[in-house]
């Protein structure tokens, strides 16, 4: 795997694992519920992947952005299907996206040469 995407995997779960240690209820119940959203229902993953890769991109969230660019790189997105997925969260989300989509586009470009994922 590139560094990028494992610095990001190893800092996540370490944290994630650590947040767990001393989790009440209610964060348990939190992050359960996050994970089953995303499972197949009315929309497929993939759907709900770029869904969620949209909303993190408008929202700026940096960590958000690269585990939703993981998923639809393993729910099989393709490159062209990505670009489209760029474009709505700039037109959404406004030239503050920008810097986003610069780290996304270099996340997503280390995905790809890593997964063999084709164009």
Not at 3 to 13: K, S
Not at 47 to 69: N, Q
């Amino acid at each position: 795997m590139g560094q990028l995407i494992n610095d990001f995997e190893a800092y996540r779960t370490k944290m994630n694992d650590r947040i767990m240690e001393t989790a009440n209820t209610n964060i348990k119940r939190f992050f359960a519920l996050d994970t089953t959203t995303y499972a197949d229902g009315a929309l497929d993953v993939k759907t709900k992947e770029m869904l969620g890769l949209v909303a993190s991109m408008v929202l700026r969230c940096d960590d958000c952005i690269k585990y939703h660019l993981g998923k639809c790189h393993e729910a099989g997105v393709k490159h062209d299907e990505m670009n489209e997925v760029f474009m709505i969260a700039n037109l959404v989300g406004g030239s503050i996206v920008i810097p986003h989509y610069r780290r996304a586009v270099e996340y997503w470009d280390e995905l790809k040469s890593v997964g063999g994922l084709k164009q």
